[in-house]
């Protein structure tokens, strides 16, 4: 399996920047792709930017502000958020896709993060 440790939430006023890094160990060979995700409370968890595998993708919400990155020999994925906005507190976690392992949907996607905690004041 893979494990996932997001960090580099925290508090920052509007306008500001933080950059989530999530670190993947174990059977990193697994990951054919890799997801940023957020929830915010009472809210579903939606998807904010994923690499695919060749690129990276980011929602239109998130377009201009937020910016996906790996570092692939460390096994480190990025996401660079600046000119956050209220709304975009939540609860910020990782979720990688294992297809290169496993064809059982449960086991692809079943690797979470604990998740990272970004709150942005206005």
């Known amino acids: 399996q893979v494990q996932l440790v997001e960090s580099g939430g925290g508090l920052v006023q509007a306008g500001g920047s933080l950059r989530l890094s999530c670190v993947a160990s174990?059977?990193?060979?697994?990951?054919?792709?890799m997801g940023w995700y957020r929830q915010s409370p009472g809210q579903e968890r939606i998807l904010v930017a994923a690499?695919?595998?060749?690129?990276?993708k980011v929602r239109d919400f998130a377009k201009g502000r937020f910016t996906m990155s790996r570092d692939s020999a460390k096994n480190i994925f990025y996401l660079e958020m600046n000119f956050l906005r209220p709304e975009d507190t939540a609860v910020y976690s990782c979720?990688?896709?294992?297809?290169?392992?496993?064809?059982?949907?449960?086991?692809?996607?079943?690797?979470w993060g604990q998740g990272t905690q970004v709150t942005v004041s206005s």
């Open positions: 979720n990688a896709d294992l297809q290169k392992c496993y064809s059982d949907y449960g086991r692809r996607f079943g690797s």
């Open positions: 174990g059977d990193t060979v697994c990951i054919s792709a």
């Open positions: 690499w695919t595998g060749s690129d990276f």
